[in-house]
C-alpha cells in the first residue's frame, strides 16, 4: 500500500525543521527477513571483517556495494515507504550513492559525530544534496547502538568537529522502521553497551541527480546485473539522465546508449 | 605554466567570471587535433543538431576522449588544467569533451550559465569550469563566445531567449577561454559568409558533482584502460578525497583495470 501524499509531506516537513524523521513500520517484515537471511551470505561471499579504524569501528561489519550482491536488495532503493520522502527532499532525478550494511558488534564504541556530506566544500547551510536512510533490520536501542543524531544541525553553517562529544539523542526505533535525514545532520552510529546484541542496519543513501555517487554503481555494479534491475532502478543507479542532460551519452541515456533500451525521458536537445 | 601567471588568471576568473590564455596551445599540437577532427565529421557524416539550442549551422562531436590520441591530450594540457584545478581544487572531473563548429550564417546561441541546471542556490563556489579552445581566430563576426563579465556573482541564471549587452571573447588561434560556470555567455551569431568557427569545448566539474557526459559508461573500458593515470582519474577512475566514487573502498581504475592505487582509502589513513 502505497504511502498517501499528506504522510510524506509530514515526513518531509519534519526533514525540513528537525534534520530526520522516522517512519515507523515502514517495511513489510517479509522483507527484513529476507534482507537479514542473506546479509551473512554476503558478509561470508564477501570475506567481511570488523573495520579497523576509529570511524568505521573495530566491532562493526559492513558490506558494500549491496545491490552487486543478490536480488533482495533492489527491493530497497526504490521502497514505495521510503523513496518518494527522499523524493521530497532531492527531487525525482535522484541516485543511489551508496547502499550497505552496517552491523555493530557489542562492545563497540560511540563513531565520531558527522555529516555525511562533510566532504563536499559548497558553504553551509545549503540545500540537501545528500538524503540518507537506515532501515532496522533489528530493533535499534540505546543500548545496542542506535544512531546519535543532533536535531537541527542540518541548518548550521559549519560541519562537527571530528571527535568532539556533542549532545546527541539515540534514534530508537523498531525493526523494520527507517530513520531519514538530511545529508548535512549531524550524527553517528551510537556504541553498542551490550554484551550479545548486534545492531543491524540497512544505510540506503541517496544524493541529487547532479551529484557524483559515493559508491560508483557505473563501474560498480556488473552490467549484466543492472540489465535486469527495473526501469526505475536503473535511473537510480545513474543509467538516467539529470533534468534531461547531466550523465547523458551522444544525447542519450546510457539505459538507451549502453543497454539499447527505448528512451524513457525526453532529452533536453532532442535529436532531430 | 609559471605559478605567478596561474595566480593571476585565477584572479581574473574570481574578479570577472572568465580570462583568456593567450598562445596557450603548440601549433602541432592544434593541427593534429583539427586534422582528426575533420576526418571524424567526415568518416561518421555529422550533420548540425538542427535545434535552438545548439543551432541549425553548427555541428557537434561529443564524446571526443573515444576518438584517439589527439585528444586525451586536452583535459590534462599544462597550461590549462592548473588554472581549472584553481578554480574547482584538486580532484576535479572531465565534465564533457566536445567540438563545435559555428558555420556561417549561424544565429547567436541563447545566452546562458552553465550550471543552470543544477538547482543550488547563486551565487556558489564554481561547480563547473569550462574552457574554449580556438581552433580558428575567434572574431567578432566568425561568432566568438559572447560574454557578460562579473555575472558569475549574480544570485540567478539568464532569462532563456532575453537579450543582454554582451562582449565578444575574440581571441587567436591556439588561445583558451577559461570561465566560472555561474558566468552567463552563449556562442556568437557567425555573421561571415565562408568562416567556419571551430572549438574545443573541453569542460570540467568539481570531483563530487555528476559529469554531464557519462564518461564512465560513455568511454569503452579498453580505451580508459590506455589513458594515462591522470586522465583516467579525470574520467572518473579515481576517487574524490579518499572516498567519493570507490567501489569496495577501491578506486575504479584499481578495482575494474587493476591498476595499482594511487591514494588511500579516508578511513584507512591514519
Not at chain 1, 540497512?202 to 543492472?226: H, S, T, W
Amino acid at each position: 500500500m502505497p504511502m498517501e501524499k499528506e504522510k510524506i509531506q509530514v515526513h518531509v516537513d519534519r526533514i525540513e525543521r528537525d534534520g530526520y524523521t522516522i517512519v515507523e513500520n515502514a517495511i513489510e517484515p517479509d522483507l527484513i527477513e529476507s534482507i537479514a537471511g542473506e546479509l551473512p551470505r554476503v558478509a561470508r561471499e564477501c570475506n567481511i571483517a570488523a573495520g579497523n579504524n576509529p570511524f568505521e569501528g573495530y566491532k562493526t561489519t559492513r558490506a558494500g556495494n549491496l545491490l552487486a550482491h543478490g536480488k533482495v536488495f533492489e527491493a530497497i532503493p526504490v521502497h514505495p515507504n521510503i523513496l518518494p520522502i527522499v523524493e521530497g527532499v532531492l527531487d525525482n532525478g535522484l541516485l543511489v550513492s551508496s547502499l550497505s550494511s552496517i552491523s555493530i558488534g557489542p562492545g563497540e564504541a560511540a563513531q565520531p559525530i558527522h555529516s555525511d556530506d562533510i566532504l563536499i566544500p559548497l558553504e553551509k547551510p545549503h540545500r540537501a544534496i545528500i538524503c540518507n536512510t537506515m532501515w532496522a533490520i533489528t530493533d535499534f536501542t540505546d543500548e545496542n547502538g542506535a544512531t546519535r543524531i543532533v536535531p537541527g544541525t542540518h541548518k548550521l553553517d559549519h560541519s562537527p568537529q571530528y571527535g568532539k562529544t556533542y549532545d546527541s539523542i539515540p534514534a530508537v526505533m523498531k525493526r523494520g522502521s527507517v530513520l531519514v535525514w538530511h545529508g548535512s545532520l549531524w550524527h553517528g552510529g551510537g556504541a553498542n553497551r551490550t554484551a550479545d546484541q548486534v545492531r543491524v542496519g540497512v544505510a540506503m543513501n541517496y544524493c541529487a541527480g547532479y551529484i557524483r555517487q559515493q559508491e560508483n554503481q557505473q563501474l560498480g555494479i556488473p552490467r549484466e546485473i543492472v540489465k535486469q534491475f527495473s526501469p526505475r532502478l536503473k535511473e537510480l543507479a545513474g543509467y538516467g539522465v539529470y533534468n534531461g542532460l547531466i550523465g547523458s551519452i551522444c544525447g542519450k541515456s546510457p539505459a538507451s546508449a549502453i543497454l539499447g533500451e527505448s528512451e524513457s525521458q525526453s532529452l533536453l536537445f532532442g535529436r532531430g | 605554466m609559471a605559478t605567478e601567471s596561474v595566480q593571476e588568471h585565477l584572479k581574473r576568473i574570481d574578479l570577472d567570471g572568465y580570462t583568456i590564455v593567450e598562445d596557450a596551445i603548440e601549433p602541432e599540437l592544434l593541427e593534429f587535433i583539427a586534422n582528426e577532427l575533420a576526418r571524424i565529421e567526415r568518416e561518421r557524416n555529422i550533420k548540425p543538431a538542427r535545434n535552438n539550442f545548439e543551432g541549425f549551422k553548427t555541428t557537434h562531436v561529443y564524446n571526443l576522449l573515444v576518438y584517439g590520441k589527439a585528444f586525451e591530450a586536452i583535459p590534462v594540457h599544462p597550461k590549462i588544467l592548473p588554472i581549472v584545478e584553481g578554480v574547482l581544487g584538486d580532484g576535479l572531473l572531465i565534465s564533457t569533451l566536445s567540438s563545435i563548429s559555428i558555420g556561417p550564417g549561424e544565429a547567436a546561441q541563447a545566452i546562458h550559465a552553465d550550471d543552470i541546471l543544477i538547482p543550488l542556490d547563486k551565487p556558489h563556489r564554481a561547480i563547473v569550469c569550462n574552457t574554449m579552445w580556438a581552433l580558428t581566430d575567434f572574431t567578432d563576426e566568425n561568432g566568438a563566445t559572447r560574454i557578460i563579465p562579473g555575472t558569475h556573482k549574480s544570485d540567478r541564471n539568464p532569462e532563456y531567449g532575453k537579450q543582454y549587452d554582451t562582449i565578444p571573447a575574440v581571441m587567436k588561434r591556439g588561445s583558451v577561454l577559461v570561465w566560472n560556470g555561474s558566468l552567463w555567455h552563449g556562442g556568437g551569431a557567425n555573421r561571415t559568409t565562408d568562416q567556419v568557427r571551430v572549438g574545443i569545448a573541453m569542460n570540467y566539474c568539481a570531483g563530487y558533482i555528476r559529469q554531464q557526459e557519462n564518461q564512465q559508461l560513455g568511454i569503452p573500458r579498453e580505451i580508459a584502460a590506455r589513458f594515462s593515470p591522470k586522465l583516467k582519474d579525470m574520467v572518473g577512475y579515481g576517487v574524490y578525497r579518499g572516498l567519493i566514487g570507490h567501489i569496495d573502498k577501491h578506486s575504479p581504475a584499481n578495482a575494474i583495470l587493476g591498476d595499482p592505487e594511487t591514494q588511500r582509502n579516508l578511513f584507512d589513513r591514519t
